[in-house]
């Protein structure tokens, strides 16, 4: 018993504990002070949402793709093939866009804006 007193009280000395702890407790206060959710904007978030998860998709094709030819023109092909690799990650991303901005905001965002 004198083991687990001695943790609780080096722990609570930590500047990491007293952090949490105070986080956890503002936290609590400003959920037991909040109202209603205003979701007026939740459509035109989740739009948005897919926007922004597109270009990030497309950006890491063409940066993929771009990588890739110049390796294999070096070639390095391990470094094309990771390229490549790249390019299919991005395609990941725009196709799961619209699932993940589903899971989100909870609103379903249609495939075409």
Same mark, same amino acid.
Do not use: H, N
């Given at each position: 018993?004198? =083991?687990?007193?001695?943790?609780? +009280? @080096?722990?609570? @000395?930590?500047?990491?504990? @007293?952090?949490?702890?105070?986080?956890?407790?503002?936290? *609590?206060? *400003?959920?037991? =002070?909040?109202?209603?959710?205003?979701?007026?904007?939740? =459509?035109?978030? $989740?739009?948005?949402?897919?926007?922004?998860? @597109?270009?990030?998709?497309?950006? *890491?094709?063409?940066?993929? /793709?771009?990588? $890739?030819?110049?390796?294999?023109?070096?070639?390095?092909?391990?470094?094309?093939?990771?390229?490549?690799?790249?390019?299919?990650?991005? *395609?990941?991303?725009?196709?799961?866009?619209?699932?993940?901005? +589903?899971? /989100?905001?909870?609103?379903?965002?249609?495939?075409?804006?």
């Amino acid at each position: 018993m004198k =083991q687990i007193a001695k943790y609780v +009280q @080096r722990g609570l @000395r930590s500047e990491a504990t @007293r952090f949490f702890l105070l986080a956890g407790l503002g936290t *609590a206060v *400003a959920f037991a =002070q909040s109202g209603t959710l205003d979701t007026s904007g939740v =459509q035109t978030v $989740a739009a948005s949402m897919l926007t922004v998860f @597109r270009i990030v998709g497309v950006c *890491a094709i063409i940066a993929g /793709l771009t990588f $890739a030819v110049f390796k294999f023109m070096g070639r390095d092909m391990m470094g094309g093939v990771l390229g490549v690799v790249g390019g299919i990650i991005g *395609a990941v991303i725009i196709g799961y866009a619209p699932s993940w901005a +589903q899971s /989100l905001t909870g609103i379903s965002v249609p495939l075409v804006p």
